[in-house]
Every structure is written in C-alpha cells, then in structure tokens.
C-alpha cells in the first residue's frame, strides 16, 4: 500500500509559477513510473506528466514546455514545477503511481485529496 500527499497548490496570477510536491509512504518500491493527474470542473481527469525510476519523462502537449516533473528517489519526493501558467490549468492536481501499457498510462495506486491550483488572468 501506498500513501500519496500533494502539496504545494495555490492562487497564481497567469504567467506565475508553482510548484507542487507530492511526498510518498508505504511500499515505495512498488512506484516504478509516477504522475501528475490533473482533474478541472466538469472534466475527466488527465495525465499531465509521468516520470520513471530511472528518469525518462512524459508530457502531455498542453504543458510541454512549462511543466518540469521531477522526483528525489532518496527521500520520497516527486515534484512539479509549473511555468507559465494559464487559467486553463487550474483544476486539481493528483500524483499517483502510473503503468504503462501499449503506450497509454494508467494510474495503478489510490488518489490522494490533491491540492487545488487556480490560475487567474
């Protein structure tokens, strides 16, 4: 089991930056890949970036470019730094741990609350 806690969510005036902390517990050798999830009102929650145990990234193309997903193995951090942020990224934001099948990620743990990013232009 696994025990995922986001932090790091705010209100950010469009252009500004964040960034998002996601401190994990429990079995952490099972987290080979882990994400960032995002779900806005109304919408069904999407991947926004995923990082492996050994460092290979994905993005999604909305944030290529201005989102930077990291993670410190030794003391059980993954991150998010968010750039050039847009009203259109607010929603919630989520870690998880992720697999990979035929191309597509799927999240593989228990969602967390997540913390709440609002953009305001």
């Known amino acids: 089991q696994v025990q995922l806690v986001e932090s790091g969510g705010g209100l950010v005036q469009a252009g500004g930056s964040l960034r998002l902390s996601c401190a994990m517990s429990?079995?952490?050798?099972?987290?080979?890949?882990m994400g960032w999830y995002r779900q806005a009102p109304g919408k069904q929650r999407e991947l926004v970036a995923a990082?492996?145990?050994?460092?290979?990234?994905h993005y999604v193309d909305s944030v290529k470019g201005r989102f930077s997903i990291s993670r410190d193995n030794a003391n059980n951090t993954g991150f998010l730094q968010m750039n050039s942020l847009k009203p259109e990224d607010t929603a919630v934001y989520y870690c998880?741990?992720?697999?990979?099948?035929?191309?597509?990620?799927?999240?593989?743990?228990?969602w967390g609350q997540g913390t709440q990013v609002t953009v305001f232009s």
């Open positions: 429990g079995n952490i050798a099972s987290i080979k890949t």
């Open positions: 998880n741990s992720v697999r990979l099948y035929g191309g597509t990620y799927y999240p593989s743990g228990s």
């Open positions: 990082i492996s145990s050994v460092g290979s990234t």
